[in-house]
């Protein structure tokens, strides 16, 4: 399956979504900012990036800019948990997101997301 990259300071969301990603057969690999996800894509490029929009360290607008300025490959879904976040949402598209998630999010959504993204 796929290599999946997921960054949020949140440890519960990267638990959720890796336990989520690992039982559909995917390889996961965590971040906890945005700081440390952008040297682990770097290091060894992932088939997909789902990253939190607000995190410390270098949020995930920049994450996304970043990546997706580097890696024209790059495929990156975006996510917050702000109330009210559509506004934050619209702009990890601009920023290059192929796709973006509002949490609270359940396992079929993910699973439609990933599996959309990476085939497109």
Known sequence: MASILI?????????VLRDILEADGHQI???????IGLMLYREAPADLVITDILMPERDGMEVT??????FLDARVIAMTGVAGGQNF???AK???A???IQKPFTSDVI???VRFTLDH
Do not use: K, Y
């Not at 690999?29 to 700081?35: H, L, N, P, Q, W």
């Open 29 to 35: 690999r965590e971040a906890s900012d945005g700081r």
């Open 98 to 100: 192929r796709r973006v």
């Open 65 to 70: 800019l970043a990546l997706t300025q580097e």
């Open 94 to 96: 601009l920023f290059g």
């Open 111 to 113: 699973r439609r997301i």
């Open 89 to 91: 949402l619209n702009v």
């Open 7 to 15: 960054v949020d300071d949140d440890e519960p969301i990267r638990t």
